[in-house]
């Protein structure tokens, strides 16, 4: 969940990192076999494993903070013109002079304020 929250607030390798374990946990805690019981003991009853629903939300918001940690590297290997361009401009003028570089989709998006 921390993995999703971190993308969106632009700290794309904590989230990064996140993600990764999250998925890595997640199909782990699938793939786990049940523990040994006493073979002393009666068996309880099998209702399932209790940590398949922990397993597949990780799972799930794992993927969607690694989809969207991709999302934002392409964003930024696509339009890197504008972000350079942003970067490198020393006036407000200049800065908003560069939303030329992105399509007429993004500007509202990504583009600088007026």
């Given at each position: 969940?921390?993995?999703?929250?971190?993308?969106?607030?632009?700290?794309?390798?904590?989230a990064l990192l996140l993600?990764?374990?999250a998925?890595?946990?997640g199909i782990s805690a699938l793939r786990a076999k049940p523990a040994a019981k006493d073979p002393d003991s009666p068996a309880p009853e099998q209702?399932?494993?209790?940590?398949?629903?922990?397993?597949?939300?990780?799972?799930v918001t794992g993927s969607l903070a690694l989809a969207?940690?991709?999302a934002s590297f392409a964003a930024q290997l696509v339009y890197s013109d504008y972000y350079t361009c942003t970067q490198d401009a020393?006036?407000?003028d200049a800065r908003q002079a560069c939303d030329n570089l992105l399509p007429d989709q993004?500007?509202?998006?990504?583009?600088?304020?007026d």
């Open positions: 969940m921390w993995a999703f929250f971190f993308g969106l607030f632009s700290w794309p390798y904590v993600g990764a374990l998925l890595y946990w209702k399932g494993r209790p940590q398949t629903t922990a397993a597949v939300s990780g799972l969207l940690v991709a020393l006036t407000q993004l500007r509202g998006l990504l583009g600088t304020s």
